[in-house]
Nanobody, 116 residues
Framework: QVQLVESGGGLVQPGGSLRLSCVAS????????AGWYRQAPGKQRELVAGITRSGITNYPDSVKGRFTISRDSAKNTVYLQMNSLKPEDTAVYYC??????????WGEGTLVTVSS
């Protein structure tokens, strides 16, 4: 059984920064892909950052230059550094990983609120 636990969400003012963490535990031997997604009220869940096993990253235009995904393979941890936050970044942020066997796992999410 694999579990993902996100942390680092909270309330931040516009222009501020947050760093989210996602720790994977359980019977996982490799991570082929890790991604951060978000879902705002009334909207579909969307990918905001992804990183492959080889370290290739991708971001949508809405966060490019502001968000950075990284990972620590030794700790089975994925991070999302979010800078210059805007009110429209308010959402529940979820971590997803795809293991070497092709299985996908989701965390339960962490709420990010950007408001003055």
């Amino acid at each position: 059984q694999v579990q993902l636990v996100e942390s680092g969400g909270g309330l931040v003012q516009p222009g501020g920064s947050l760093r989210l963490s996602c720790v994977a535990s359980g019977n996982i031997f490799s991570i082929n892909f890790a991604g951060w997604y978000r879902q705002a009220p009334g909207k579909q869940r969307e990918l905001v950052a992804g990183i492959t096993r080889s370290g290739i990253t991708n971001y949508p235009d809405s966060v490019k230059g502001r968000f950075t995904i990284s990972r620590d393979s030794a700790k089975n941890t994925v991070y999302l550094q979010m800078n210059s936050l805007k009110p429209e970044d308010t959402a529940v942020y979820y971590c997803k990983i795809r293991s070497g066997s092709g299985m996908e796992y989701w965390g339960e999410g962490t709420l990010v609120t950007v408001s003055s």
